[in-house]
């Protein structure tokens, strides 16, 4: 009966104000577009030392930029989902809260031996609320976890990068699955595991590669080479990485996301969608 009255009231309101639809799609065209660039600019910060001719000068010196490039595109995103009608102020209060829980659940966990619960919560709210609640989701977590931890520096705009690809990528996963599959069934649950295992590998790939160029000298196998070849940079950057991060702090990751998921996976699923029912958020 709630839903029927909450679609019927939607329906009256699409008629009273014909610009509604136009409102939300204008909103969503322009996150779009917004998301696709940020990405673009955060994979040109993480990656360009690969095809650099000169060694870089400092290990902190692209966060910066991509602090001064995030930070406005987390406001836009925010005034333009709220002038769309995509979010409202119950969303963007559940954003906050989801955001402190996010917080507190990292500094609970503070990654010791890399078992981090941030990225569980991030990974389920984004699938159920969409790309963009996912992406704001996971620039605003890190950002107040590392506000809460004493974990500002260079290395956080980067790692707010990468958490909000994660949460967009979770949200564009809740796309593809819509209505494929049975809700909080086994399938779901299934694909939201791997989904988390994958991102932690892929979290700890990015965070590597942000330091990696600078972080060795010259004098090893596995060190940055100025000028070099893309294929050989890379190389070196992999058994980097499968030989430090990967079977370590990255697979106790892997393994915390994949067993929060199967656990509380269920039940925190069910919670978040009564919230997005209950028309805390419009629409994806």
Known sequence: MTRGRDRAAEARLSVADPLVGYRGTAARSAST???????????????????????????????????????????????VQLTGGELDPRTLALLGVLSAVNAALRLLSAGTGGIE???????????????????????????????????????????????????????????VLARRVRPRGWVEIGALAVYAALVAYVFGALMNLWFWPFALGGGTQVSYVPGGELTENLRRFAVFTLTTSTPTWDTLRAVTNVVAVLLLGRPVLGTLRRAQRRGVLAGR
């Open 117 to 175: 619960l941030v990225f569980f919560l991030l990974v389920l709210a984004g699938y159920v609320f969409g790309p963009t609640f996912g992406f704001l989701l996971g620039t605003v977590s890190l950002a107040a976890s590392a506000l809460i931890t004493a974990g500002v520096g260079p290395w956080l705009p980067f790692q707010m990068m990468a958490a909000g690809w994660i949460g967009l990528g979770a949200g564009l996963l809740g796309r």
């Open 33 to 79: 577009v917004l998301l696709v660039l940020t990405s673009l600019i955060g994979l040109v910060m993480f990656c360009w030392p690969l095809v650099a001719s000169v060694l870089p000068r400092a290990s902190g010196q692209s966060a910066p930029w991509l602090l001064v490039v995030l930070l406005p595109v987390v406001l836009v995103l925010l005034l």
